[in-house]
């Protein structure tokens, strides 16, 4: 069974700390990604990587950094919390699309809602 | 900048109803996604659509996809209450499969 898992659920910081969010997949994807999601705005995606190592702004990455130095890891740091940060952060893996006529779906876990006071 | 529209952006139904939910974007793609979220869950993916004329159904779900018009098409038949959830649509507008843009979602409420 396809897998996505993040590490917390929940999560209160105050403003200024750095935060990590962590995601584990278990699909052996290539692809991975981060997105914020708030009511009304759909997902955004924040930052994507498609191998180790690799990485590549999203529509909204101000603010946020990510590392991926395992193929199944992807981290999301927010350097200096902010309240405007306060949201549902969603991880999500998928294969790479690498011949014209195919499509893959992309995989969610569970979310993480950090609060940011 | 693309855009990715979903109408009606909230839809209260009454079971046994049919229903067509709307998704309309801005620029080329011939990949297209629809995903169900419940309240306090994650997405969950519900079809795949690849191609003009793609039509997909699911037990009481139909999903179809009009890359000429930039439209897609969720249409329910005959509601039920276990249908009540959020639906999302997003739109691929990369070559690798790896940027989805996403509509704002579309809240689904069906009453008894």
């Known amino acids: 069974d396809v897998k996505v898992t993040q590490s917390s659920r929940y999560l209160v910081k105050r403003t200024g700390e750095k935060v990590f969010l962590e995601c584990v997949q278990d699909m052996d994807h290539e692809n991975m990604f981060w997105y914020r999601q708030d009511p009304g705005l759909g997902l955004r995606l924040i930052y994507f990587s498609y191998d180790v190592k690799m990485k590549e702004k999203g529509d909204i990455p101000e603010g946020y950094s990510v590392s991926r130095e395992k193929k199944e890891r992807f981290s999301l740091i927010l350097e200096s919390a902010s309240t405007n940060q306060t949201s549902m952060y969603l991880c999500?893996?998928?294969?790479?699309?690498?011949?014209?006529?195919?499509?893959?779906?992309?995989?969610f876990g569970p979310g993480t809602r950090l609060t940011v006071t | 900048e693309l855009k990715v529209e979903q109408n009606p952006l909230f839809l209260s139904m009454q079971e046994g109803k049919n229903y067509t939910i709307y998704c309309n974007y801005s620029t080329t793609s011939d990949r297209l996604y629809w995903y169900r979220q419940d309240p306090g869950k994650s997405l969950e993916s519900l079809f795949v659509?690849?191609?003009?004329?793609a039509v997909k159904q699911e037990g009481r779900l139909m999903a179809s996809l009009d890359t000429k018009a930039r439209l897609s098409t969720l249409h329910i038949t005959a509601a039920v209450h276990d249908l009540s959830a959020t639906y999302f649509c997003?739109?691929?507008?990369?070559?690798?499969?790896?940027?989805?843009?996403f509509g704002a979602g579309t809240i689904l409420r069906v009453k008894s």
């Open positions: 997003a739109v691929d507008i990369s070559e690798y499969g790896n940027k989805l843009v």
């Open positions: 659509l690849l191609s003009n004329g």
């Open positions: 999500a893996s998928s294969l790479i699309t690498r011949l014209a006529g195919t499509a893959y779906e992309q995989y």
